[in-house]
């Protein structure tokens, strides 16, 4: 469990650290997403869950359904989607029982989030 929880707040902190969209927060009373400026934001989104090794789609080479490259990114943009709830899969960042962290794991789940960052995709990390 304590892997999970780290595993979030990594790839939380990851997809804001350097993100140039805008800041969302939840309103604990109305439980609406809150931009900056206060207004309310409403995301459309679909889910990208890869539960096998590599446990992440292939960002290179576009596959209608094993894909999520900027072909796959600019399809989603275009069709008004603006969120993606993205598996994060702790078996990717530590595939055996030892301390050996994936770094190409992390390296392609980096690229993924600033791939989604690049065309104004949100990214909500699932793990």
């Given amino acids: 469990m304590p892997h999970i929880i780290y595993l979030f707040f990594f790839g939380f902190f990851v997809a804001l650290s350097h993100s140039e969209l805008s800041r969302i927060k939840v309103d604990p009373k109305t439980q609406h997403f809150i ?6 934001r409403i995301f459309h989104g679909v889910n990208v869950v890869y539960k096998v090794p590599p446990y992440l789609p292939d960002l290179t080479q576009f596959d209608p359904q094993n894909s999520l490259t900027d072909d796959d990114l600019n399809n ?19 595939p055996t029982s030892e301390n050996n962290i994936n770094q190409e794991y992390l390296s392609q789940l980096s690229t993924a989030l600033q791939m989604m960052e690049n065309k104004g995709i949100y990214a909500l990390l699932d793990c």
């Fill in 35 to 40: 931009d900056e400026y206060g207004r309310v």
């Fill in 76 to 94: 989603l943009h275009q069709w008004g989607f603006n969120v993606i709830r993205f598996y994060t899969s702790w078996m990717g960042v530590n």
